[in-house]
T-cell receptor, first 113, second 112 residues
Framework: EAQVTQNPRYLITVTGKKLTVTCSQN?????MSWYRQDPGLGLRQIYY???????DKGDVPEGYKVSRKEKRNFPLILESPSPNQTSLYFC???FGPGGYEQYFGPGTRLTVT | GENVEQHPSTLSVQEGDSAVIKCTYS??????FPWYKQELGKGPQLIID?????GEKKDQRIAVTLNKTAKHFSLHITETQPEDSAVYFC???????????FGKGTTLSVSS
């Protein structure tokens, strides 16, 4: 089954404790992206990757890091999480960037206390 | 910067009525306009999309119209059903073609 998986689905952590949210896709997509969803603000792009070893900032990259060492995986790293990073995070993948259907993962609900 | 405005933020209709959600975009270079549906506890899923060389597209009860001159596009759902209740997002491709810019979403409630 074609899908995007994210882990963990739920995470509660404390300020400053490094964490990684994993994302994996099995569709051989070149483009992958991370979004955060906040009430009243919709979906905002954090980082995206056009291909292996090629990543770039989206609209809200501060406080986040990403890497793309393999085509299927695109982890999101929070080196020192803060309460304002409490949000619902989605990973997405597609064959290409702006003009293609994006397939979203199920989401990761992160709470930083 | 590039922006997509979406209205209304909430919409309540009776089963069987039509629902219309409207979006405007700022970048005249945008050429791809998808609509996503997000059910509770799930990720957004594409329901219909339209490209700038087309004015209207239909898929059963769902249709999207695009007015490039006015830079707005709309989602039309006819004969609404309770299972249409969800959050709907419009989006537009950015000028560089590297990403989608999403609207803030519309929560549609269909009551039976």
């Amino acid at each position: 089954e074609a899908q995007v998986t994210q882990n963990p689905r739920y995470l509660i952590t404390v300020t400053g404790k490094k964490l990684t949210v994993t994302c994996s896709q099995n569709m051989n997509h070149e483009y992958m992206s991370w979004y955060r969803q906040d009430p009243g603000l919709g979906l905002r792009q954090i980082y995206y990757s056009m291909n292996v070893e090629v990543t770039d900032k989206g609209d809200v990259p501060e406080g986040y890091k990403v890497s793309r060492k393999e085509k299927r995986n695109f982890p999101l790293i929070l080196e020192s999480p803060s309460p304002n990073q409490t949000s619902l995070y989605f990973c997405a993948s597609s064959f290409g960037p702006g003009g293609y259907e994006q397939y979203f993962g199920p989401g990761t609900r992160l709470t930083v206390t | 910067g590039e922006n997509v405005e979406q209205h209304p933020s909430t919409l309540s209709v009776q089963e069987g009525d039509s629902a219309v959600i409207k979006c405007t975009y700022s970048d005249s270079a945008s050429n791809y306009f998808p609509w996503y549906k997000q059910e509770l506890g799930k990720g957004p899923q594409l329901i219909i999309d339209i490209r700038s060389n087309v004015g209207e597209k239909k898929d059963q009860r769902i249709a999207v119209t695009l007015n490039k001159t006015a830079k707005h596009f709309s989602l039309h759902i006819t004969e609404t059903q309770p299972e249409d209740s969800a959050v709907y997002f419009c989006a537009a491709s950015n000028q560089a073609g590297t990403a989608l810019i999403f609207g803030k979403g519309t929560t549609l409630s269909v009551s039976s």
